[in-house]
């Protein structure tokens, strides 16, 4: 039995099902068994359709499974209210999406602030310091004071990253954080992911479409047709 | 970013200056509605006012009168049969009785200000071959000019008549040649008459009342009625003009005597008032209802186009809560902001309509009131209705799923 404290995620017999009590009702994901350990950094690949996108939103608490239990650090999930799981989810997990990922209307520091915000309700010059901190460890602390818009999308992801570590997370959940950029910029986001995970405990569960992101991944697990096909560890990403 | 505000009103504040073009629009159109509200609420309560006072500068806001006199057909005892036709008595002028203590008894009364006996009857202008019709009033200057505003309308001489004194209305005065210190014959059917000088003339602005007014000393219009001692009528004034009707009915009770309110006088004055006041709330309510759907569908348009901005809001820890008090306020700035640049505008209306709608002689048509406190109520007005209008639109973001915002 591994030691409880080192588990970041725990999937028991995870369900989903749309259309619940109708003629057209799917079930989507059929009973899935996952655990991810602390400072982990995971792919998760896949055709499309074979329930990623499903099963990154029950994890990162944007949805409710069916059936089954979720444990966040320990914490079992399914219980819980809508505000309860809004501080799980503000505190344990962050997000990169694939595009969209940051507010026009503020600067790349102000969107990484936005998560102490909305956490602590008022702007202070601790979170500023701390927001500068990130923006500078992804390294982009020349255009911090740009609105988000005039960014590049390489430089939008990094934000984004910056963003998903700023509540120290336990759990950063990506997905499809490069699919939008050209080979160069994905393969500096995808530098910044790894240089973040082994600098911290933080865990990470990439979602993408991308064999060659994945073969860089410590672990690879593949869904098809909401079943785990394969799980395996990948012994060529170690240095 | 700005420390002073909390999380949720800087969110607000940078939506809606982003979405330059939309904020300015539904601001532009809370302003005029709010605009609107104060020029015709100012415009319609000077209405009022004035119209008020011209009423009342005219007449006494209680009258109370000897009751009317009845016939009463005697019946032809034992043989059944009752007079069929009985004629109405015809009102001779007659004395209020005992009206020394009706005085006192009205005038020792709560919220009276004024009470002033009055003797009035019709009698005859005499001078040289012409003769004028008039009718004559008989008072009591120290208490009558309290009562009416006659001292604001002597356009010569004064108000203050003694003994053989006479007020001439303007056009009287013109048809006759006379101006005040000439001297008049007066008559009346009653066989009186007497010769009284010019103190003052008046102008009431209106040619009727100006040609067939006259006012005398109240002792000389008793001699001249043939009433001696008596008055017609006892006038009262009260602190607050609109319990004119009450008063008069607690007069009525204790005295017996007929009392008339001004109220009761003037019922459709009242009616028009009232329907004034009817017309400036309906179009209070429609310009309200107005802005309230302009705003509502602003941000409806609103809440779909930052959707993505909503989902990612709520994936990174903002609450349901945060995100409804997000669109409620801005609803209520939208409110707060549009109803101040509408006070500011509805001000510069009043003032142009000051300039513009005057007098031949440069005086205002009617004055305007102007009441502060109507620039705090149209504000807070506009904040809730804003607030309101913003609850469907702030329901719907906070219900938005996030997965499926995210999306898009």
Redesign the interface.
Known sequence: MADLNAITLQLKGIRKAYNIGLPAETEVLHGLDLTIERGEFVALIGPSGSGKSTLLNLIGLLDKPTAGELFITGQATSHLQDRELTLLRAKAIGFVFQFHNLLPEFTALENVMLPMLAARGRPDEAMRLRAAELIEQVGLSKVGKHMSNDLSGGQQQRVAIARALVMQPALVLADEPTGNLDTQSADNVFDLLRRVNEASDTSFLIVTHDPRLAQRCDRIIELVDGRIDSDKANRASLP | ???V???EW??AI??M??ARMQTLLIMSGVALGVSVIVFISALISGLQTNLFRRTLDFQAQIVILPPKEVSRPLHKAGEGMLATLVQPRAQRLQSVDQWQTVLAQVAKMDGVSVVAPVVAGAGFIVRGEANKAVGLTGIEPETYLQLIALNSKIIAGTANITGTDILVGMDLAKDLGVWTGDKLNLQTASGGTATLSIRGIFDFGNSGMNSRSVYIALRTAQSLLDLAGGVTSVEVNLEAPFTAETVAQTIQAQTGLKVDSWIATNAQFFSALEAQSMSNTVIRFFVGLTAALGIASVLVVSVVQKS??IG???????????ILRLFLLQGALTGLIGSLLGAVVGWLFLNAWRKIAVNADGTQLFPITFDPMLFVYAAVGATLVGTLAALFPALQAARL???VA???
């Open positions: 970013m700005n420390t505000f909390p999380f800087i969110l940078r939506f200056r982003e993505k901005a990612i809001l709520r994936a990174t820890g903002t609450s349901r809560q945060q799923d996030p997965a995210i999306r898009g």
